[in-house]
């Protein structure tokens, strides 16, 4: 792989059930708190990068990158060249097997696939902290697609963001049954993407630094639950996180409300039907589509409930892999 300078990597996106919400320092993508994250499969990102190639050369789901988008990708593989001695330009090809822009946290994949690819095609030795430091750099919660199933990402306390990097707390097969389905209930780009949206939040809402200190201290309430693999009380720590970023985003001036009303229709049935015994909680990111926590068992009625609220397409996802090389490269 290294020989060529080409390589080629795959990972999944994760959604995150205590929020990475708030950077303390922009420029480093270091958060002002821990997050927790589940790696998701069969949702999947799968880029090859080649140095020394003519020109740069950047394809996103077969279009040629544009923009600030292009641009980003390039910041990762600039970095990867401040590592190691390459030739000439560099070609990227990406392709993801879900939509881009349904809210399925397809930037996570596509920066953790980017950065592994990158170094392996540098020929710099696979390292879950180095992968991870560099993914944060292009996406903050990229960080956390790096291994799979149960990942935290601390914030770390350095200025230059050495200790701030997500590690896996517990592999994919810990809780087999464990299910996040993904519900796109609207399609097409979010109104304020996360990156803007946050820092809203950092500089306006007055709720900001108690979202900070409750998020931290989910964290390790969180890693419990899912220890014991204890659904109810994890899906109870998952929505009340959910509601307490919204809560701050909303707060937030101008306000941001990424809820649209499907998702509030949603989201209340949700709760009416765990009165009648269904195992399933919510939780949102920055847009209209959330993912419901369930398992196995329950599943059918709770995508079911989810089509009948307005899902246009439900997902089912279960924990996922670390991110890995592949043979088959994309070009
Ligand atoms: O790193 P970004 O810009 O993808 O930010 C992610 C923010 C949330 O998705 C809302 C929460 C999270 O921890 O993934």
Redesign the pocket.
Known sequence: VSGNLKATAIAHPNI?LV???GKRDEELVLPHQS?L?ITLAPLQVTTTVQFGAKGEEVELNGRPAQGRERERVLETIRRVRGLAKLPGGVRVASTGNFPPSAGL?S??AAFAALSVAARAAAGLAFDVRASSILARLG????ARSIQGGTCLWRRGRRRDGTDSFAEQVFDAEHWPDLRLLAVVLEAGEKETG??EG?KRSVETSPFYSAWAADAEAEVPRAIERIRDRDLAALGQIAERNAWR?HAVAMSSDPALCYFAPATLGLVSALAKARNTGLAAWFTL??GPNPFILTDLRHQGDAGRLAREHGAREVTTCKPGGDARLSEEHLF
């Open positions: 995150a929020k990475y919400w997050s994250s946290a930037s996570a996406s903050g919660s990229a996360s990156r946050m970023m990111d920055a």
